[in-house]
């Protein structure tokens, strides 16, 4: 098969669509990749890439072409909008002459946000009169007033128009979470369009018993280790976690440890100086994912935070994954899909959204859990996740069912 693959964010950036695309390039497929010079979540093109470095090459069997992109930069809302329409017009331009000069089979979207990035593959979609999937991994125009802050009517009136005119336009809806039937289906009739593909941890996690000795972590202290890995942003809610922590301050065999980068990084890092909690808070920055294996071994616990808004008690944390394949208990504060998976697997314990009294319970509660508990918590999650999140099966089933694009 030929196939067009389409996002804004691939290899070198890390992205469960990296996996999609390679795999079908070593089962034989010919793969093509429209993408943009990497630049997330630095914002700044990766060394080696650029305006006029790398543009288009070949990796592990794919064909990719990097269009030119305004950088994210330091991620303000006109260097994002400048990134996002940037890369909506060059690919643009790039996919109405790649659908006159090669024929594919069918087109396929990892659709993150923004939402915009999809509208690409619609002209070689339209050009060529071929299938057209999309794997919804955010819900617009939800994102857009609950990560964005944006309200104004008009335009979520005019981001709800193009959602639907992507979903019309669209052979079949791959959904990263359960919940997201519903989003989806006020949007309009697509329910027989809808198929439920979920996440997948890394590769990085699945063999995260064999760690690389060459990795040297910073000093943790001692105590009841409570970690975070991601982003610091307005979605994991921030705001509730250190309430919890201040209410937790007194207990001092209780440790967060937060692993990452973020826009409310600074603020963070103001609240623990303003209530006096660096001996409870602890901010390690961002390091590569390589390291998070070595990271997660050294926690009790994994902390897994959404905000209390319609579109994340819809959700899933792609990062629930990573936790579950890396055998450690879970703390959460999120609704929906995420707390259902956990209370299922029996794998955690999850507090309401935005709930940091609950929160601050459950961490007391796991913190005198023993040893074998804490243990059990996480082979409960890892079992659960072989069989539900494995990425070889996952893997497979997407192939079946691109092989039926071709066949109709």
């Given amino acids: ?13 890390i992205f469960r669509g990296n996996d999609i695309a390679f795999d079908w390039a070593a089962r034989g497929e010919n793969v093509t990749v429209i993408t943009a010079v990497p630049n997330y979540p630095s914002g700044k093109f990766f060394e080696g890439y650029g305006l006029f470095q790398r543009r288009k090459e070949f990796v ?12 994210r930069g330091k991620g303000g809302p006109i260097r994002l909008v400048l990134n996002y329409f940037s890369f909506v017009m060059t690919a643009s331009v790039y996919c109405f002459y790649l659908a006159f000069k090669e024929k594919f089979d069918f087109v396929f979207v990892q659709q993150l946000s923004p939402v915009t990035m999809a509208l ?15 794997w919804i991994l955010d819900l617009w125009p939800e994102s857009l007033s609950a990560v964005g802050g944006i309200k104004n009517k008009y335009v979520l009136m005019f981001f709800k128009f193009i959602v639907q005119f992507i979903y019309n336009n669209s052979s079949r809806l791959l959904i990263s979470s359960k919940g997201f039937v519903k989003s989806i289906s006020n ?55 250190m309430k919890a922590a201040l209410l937790l301050k007194s207990n001092q065999y209780i440790k967060f440890i937060i692993i990452g980068d973020g826009r409310k990084k600074e603020w963070v890092e103001s609240f623990i100086k303003t209530n006096h909690l660096e001996d409870n808070v602890f901010i390690m920055g961002r390091y590569p994912i390589d390291f998070m294996p070595a990271f997660f071994k050294k926690a009790n616990a994994m902390l897994l935070p959404l905000k209390n808004d319609i579109i994340f008690n819809l959700t899933a944390p792609a990062k629930l994954q990573a936790y579950m394949a890396s055998e450690k208990p879970i703390i959460a504060m999120l609704n929906g899909d995420g707390a259902d998976i956990i209370n299922e697997a029996n794998c955690g314990l999850a507090a309401p959204a935005g709930n940091f009294l609950d929160l601050a319970n459950k961490i ?31 893997l497979n089933y997407l192939h079946e069912i691109i092989k039926t694009a071709v066949v109709k």
């Fill in 1 to 13: 098969m030929k196939i067009l693959f389409v996002c804004q964010y691939f290899y070198p950036e």
């Fill in 120 to 134: 690409p593959a619609l002209i070689v979609k339209k050009i060529q009169r071929i299938p057209l999937y999309v």
């Fill in 364 to 394: 007391t509660l796991m913190s005198n859990y023993t040893p074998s508990q804490l243990d059990s918590l996480g082979k409960n999650g890892k079992k659960y996740c072989l069989e539900h999140f494995d990425k070889h099966k996952s």
């Fill in 60 to 71: 592990r069997g794919v064909h990719v072409i990097r269009v030119p992109v305004v950088p």
């Fill in 187 to 241: 949007q309009g009739k697509y329910l027989n369009k809808i198929i439920y593909f979920p996440n997948w941890a890394e590769d990085v996690f699945e063999s995260a018993t064999i760690l690389d000795k060459n990795i040297i972590l910073p000093v943790l202290p001692d105590g009841f280790l409570i970690m975070f890995a991601g982003n610091i942003g307005e979605a994991q809610d921030f705001d509730n976690i």
